[in-house]
Nanobody
Framework: QVQLVESGGGLVQAGGSLRLSCAASRSTFSIDLIDWYRQAPGKQRELVAG???????KHADSVKGRFTLSRDNAKNTVYLQMNSLKPEDTAIYYCHAFLGLRDYWGQGTQVTVSS
């Protein structure tokens, strides 16, 4: 099992930056897959960026070049650095982990980008 706690959301103007954190209750090296998803009002939840157990990262086309996923091994934490934010990035951002054939979700953190 794993517990996930997100933090770092907030209100920012377009063009600004935020860094989201996802603190896991166990080493991220032991997690098969850890991702960031987001869900905007009235829309489906979508994948933003992911990190595989092998250390490979993937980013959605809509955030490539603006968002970067990274990991701090000592803190069991995965970060999502978000730069050049746009109003369409406004959403609740969720940390997700896939471990032992089960899905785990954090509680989500709100990101609001004003124009």
């Amino acid at each position: 099992q794993v517990q996930l706690v997100e933090s770092g959301g907030g209100l920012v103007q377009a063009g600004g930056s935020l860094r989201l954190s996802c603190a896991a209750s166990r080493s991220t090296f032991s997690i098969d897959l850890i991702d960031w998803y987001r869900q905007a009002p009235g829309k489906q939840r979508e994948l933003v960026a992911g990190l595989t157990i092998g250390g490979r990262t993937k980013h959605a086309d809509s955030v490539k070049g603006r968002f970067t996923l990274s990991r701090d091994n000592a803190k069991n934490t995965v970060y999502l650095q978000m730069n050049s934010l746009k109003p369409e990035d406004t959403a609740i951002y969720y940390c997700h982990a896939f471990l032992g054939l089960r899905d785990y979700w954090g509680q989500g953190t709100q990101v609001t980008v004003s124009s």
